[in-house]
Structure formats: C-alpha cells, structure tokens
C-alpha cells in the first residue's frame, strides 16, 4: 500500500531533549514535506526536500531541522524542544502530478 | 501573496442532501488545487486533485470544479452521510513546481446529521 508513515505517533517531552519524528514514503517521491498544525493557525510548512541532500526552509523553520540521506526518509529533528512547538506534526510527498500525501500526524507535547 | 479562503467555515445538513463548499484564491497563476478531507487529530487524505487545465474532477459522490479566472473552485457532495462529517480543505499550488508550497485554505467543518 502506498503510504507516508511517522513515528512516533504520540510524544510527550520535556523542554530541552531532543528528539526525532521519523518520516518514511515508499512511493519513491522525491519532494517530501513538513508542516506543523495548530488552532486558528491552519497548516504552516516547516522544511521540505526536493531529493537527497536537498532540503529548504518553509514559512516556519526555527528551532527544527532535517535530513534527506535517503529517498525514501525525511526526519524532523528538534534539538532543544520548548512548549511552543507543542503541535500536530505531518510528513507529506508529492508525486509528479504534484498531488500532496501527508502522513497520519505525530502530536507533539513539550512541558 | 496568495491567499485562500473557504466559505462557510461551518455547515451542518441533514443525511442525504446535497452540498457545495467554496474555495477562493486571490492569484489565478495556480499550477493545481487540490481537496482534502481531514478528520479530527488525524492526517489529510486527498480527496480530488484538479491541474489547471482542468474544469473538473470526479470520484464517487464528489465532485469538484476550478474556475481560474474568478479564482474559485467548489467541492460538490452528493447525497451525504454521517460518514462524511470532517473538515474540508482546499489547497492550491502556484506556478513554479514543487519549490511552490501548496497554500491551505481555512477549513469547512461539516457535520452530517443522521
């Protein structure tokens, strides 16, 4: 089944440990996404990646980083998570017609 | 800058109507708009994607047109269910391929009454 899969699904944290939402497409994309969603906000993108070792920053980059080793991965990495990137987290491809598929969501909490 | 918009931001019908929801866009040089269906704390699932070029695209019970050049496009449901009850998003791409971020729409949130 073609999917975009994030792990975890559920994270609960503490201010200043980093971590790590994993993002994986087996659809062979080479442009992948991420966006962060929160109340009255709508969906902001993050980061994206056009392929391997090429990635941008979006509307809201601060404070994350990401990788694009392979084609098929695309981690969030947060160094030293705080309470305002408490938020609902979404990997997305896009395939050649540019259609966009996201992923289920990871909710992140920062205490 | 392009903005989009959708209107109403909250509906509520009962079982078996038929409805339309709307979506704006302020600059008509989009490469492709795109539909999405999500359910409450979940992820989007791509509902109908129409290129440009396109007037109109259909799957099952949905139907959803683009009109460029007023800057509008509408998601047609036929004959709803409960199990259609979620938010609505519309979302459009502009001109430049991928490097272009799709720009969301603020949301529908339809609840079909059984």
């Known amino acids: 089944e073609a999917q975009v899969t994030q792990n975890p699904r559920y994270l609960i944290t503490v201010t200043g440990k980093k971590l790590t939402v994993t993002c994986s497409q087996n659809?062979?994309?080479?442009?992948m996404s991420w966006y962060r969603q929160d109340p009255g906000l709508g969906l902001r993108q993050i980061y994206y990646?056009?392929?391997?070792?090429?990635?941008d920053k979006g509307d809201v980059p601060e404070g994350y980083k990401v990788s694009r080793k392979e084609k098929r991965n695309f981690p969030l990495i947060l160094e030293s998570p705080s309470p305002n990137q408490t938020s609902l987290y979404f990997c997305?491809?896009?395939?050649?017609?540019?259609?966009?598929?996201f992923g289920p969501g990871t909710r992140l909490t920062v205490t | 800058k392009q903005e989009v918009t959708q209107i109403p931001a909250a509906l509520s019908v009962p079982e078996g109507e038929n409805l339309v929801l709307n979506c704006s866009f302020t600059?008509?040089?989009?490469?492709?708009l795109q539909w999405f269906r999500q359910d409450p704390g979940k992820g989007l699932t791509s509902l109908l994607l129409?290129?440009?070029?396109?007037r109109e695209q259909t799957s099952g019970r949905l139907n959803a047109s683009l009109d460029k050049s007023s800057g509008r496009s509408t998601l047609y449901i036929a004959a709803s269910q409960p199990g259609d009850s979620a938010t609505y998003l519309c979302?459009?791409?502009?001109?430049?391929?991928?490097?272009?971020?799709?720009?969301f729409g603020t949301g529908t949130l339809l609840a079909v009454q059984p």
């Open positions: 997305a491809s896009t395939n050649s017609m540019l259609e966009q598929y």
């Open positions: 659809m062979n994309h080479e442009y």
């Open positions: 990646s056009m392929n391997v070792e090429v990635t």
């Open positions: 600059d008509s040089a989009i490469y492709n």
């Open positions: 129409i290129q440009s070029s396109q």
């Open positions: 979302a459009v791409r502009r001109y430049g391929g991928a490097t272009n971020k799709l720009i």
